[in-house]
């Protein structure tokens, strides 16, 4: 378990964290409703190993390998989300990869600014 992230568990967005095995070590509320289908909080202790293909499963040993951050937007039953992924670290070297998942919505204002 991560210290101090009981802070993340009332967030309006996913939240997933792996170790440097690919073990997921923790699910905020919103991430065990999001996977609710294929175990929720179950998942925690699992391997990602075991639900990636491994075109995914080299982005994440990339993005641990070389300390990386990778987002992008899917769209899935009609909810568009961003998903960054990015490294964690613990006493300064890093410890897995966290996921982040934030629901957009669908005329959700941009903005350029100077």
Same mark, same amino acid.
């Given at each position: ?35 609710? +289908?294929?175990? !929720? /909080?179950?998942? =925690?202790?699992?391997? $990602? ?43 300064? +070297?890093?410890? !897995? /990869?966290?996921? =982040?998942?934030?629901? $957009? ?10």
């Amino acid at each position: 378990m991560i210290p101090n992230i009981e802070w993340a568990e009332g967030l309006d967005c996913a939240i997933t964290v792996c170790d440097m095995e690919l073990n997921v070590i923790y699910m905020n509320n919103k991430s065990a409703e999001v996977f609710s +289908k294929w175990g !929720g /909080l179950n998942l =925690i202790g699992k391997s $990602l190993r075991d639900c990636h293909n491994q075109r995914s499963l080299d982005i994440m040993q990339r993005l641990i390998s070389q300390k990386q951050s990778n987002s992008y937007t899917i769209e899935k039953k009609g909810i568009k989300k961003i998903i960054h992924q990015t490294p964690w670290y613990k006493d300064g +070297k890093v410890a !897995g /990869l966290v996921e =982040i998942s934030i629901e $957009l919505p669908v005329d959700m204002p941009h903005f350029v600014r100077e």
